[in-house]
């Protein structure tokens, strides 16, 4: 167990539809990333925040917003749903803004979008 | 357990040989690389990691190469166990230009059989 919790566990949901992920960091890290898995396109890194604000962003699409509440847990909002959409997303999260090493992964939310 | 990735090469061993596992990165500006393993059903998890100014880096039971003249890194692991079997990726990332996203390869399915 990495210590960083992700909910839901699997999400199923239509085309068009507008999502939220939650993810809770390990206690005492500030920095969460969000990544996204997919057959197709492997794993991509998303966005990352630390202590509250956005710090670095990847692949992310414009329908797809994250934030960073005061209490750290972080939430990953995925609106107009595409069938594309479906993967794997990870959360994880690390002590400081850079350490890729010591960047601890949640279990991940599963969504399917049909 | 979910699967990602169903069209991974697979490398296939048998218990207790050592195996190796091999990824071509794309950038030959990265400077700081890093192998991680995914157990079905989990987030990826940190193994080992080595900057561009090493050529070798031993942690315990596994080894990485580096190879920058050809833009080759190897993941060795020695004894390989039943545990060990999982899907392994490797990540690049440029750390002077303080980008702090990590750039995933596709990806090796290493099954152990007994």
């Known amino acids: 167990d990495s210590g960083v919790t992700q909910t839901p566990k699997h999400l199923i949901t239509a085309t068009g539809q507008r999502v939220t992920l939650r993810c809770s960091p390990r206690?005492?890290?500030?920095?969460v990333y969000w990544y996204q898995q997919s057959l197709d396109q492997g794993l991509q890194f998303l966005i990352q925040?630390?202590?509250?604000?956005?710090?670095a962003k990847g692949n992310i699409l414009e329908r797809f917003s994250a934030q960073q509440f005061p209490d750290l847990h972080s939430e990953l909002n995925l609106s107009s749903l595409e069938l594309g959409d479906s993967a794997l997303y990870f959360c994880?999260?690390?002590?400081?803004?850079?350490?890729?090493?010591?960047?601890?992964f949640g279990p991940g939310t599963r969504l399917t979008v049909l | 357990g979910e699967s990602v990735g169903l069209h991974l090469p697979t490398l296939s061993v048998q218990e207790g040989d050592n195996s190796i596992i091999n990824c071509a990165y794309s950038?030959?500006?990265?400077?700081?690389f890093i192998w991680y393993k995914q157990e079905s059903g989990k987030g990826p998890q940190f193994i080992i990691d080595?900057?561009?100014?090493?050529d070798k880096r031993q942690g315990q039971r596994v080894t990485v190469l580096l190879n920058k003249t050809v833009k080759h890194l190897s993941l060795q692991i020695a004894a390989t166990q039943p545990g060990d079997s999982a899907v392994y990726f490797c990540?690049?990332?440029?750390?002077?230009?303080?980008?702090?996203?990590?750039?995933f390869g596709s990806g090796t399915r290493l099954q152990v059989q007994p």
């Open positions: 994880a999260s690390s002590t400081t803004s850079g350490s890729f090493n010591e960047q601890f």
């Open positions: 206690s005492g890290d500030l920095s």
């Open positions: 925040y630390y202590n509250g604000e956005e710090r």
């Open positions: 950038n030959s500006a990265s400077d700081y």
């Open positions: 080595i900057r561009s100014n090493m």
């Open positions: 990540a690049e990332n440029i750390m002077d230009t303080g980008r702090r996203a990590l750039t």
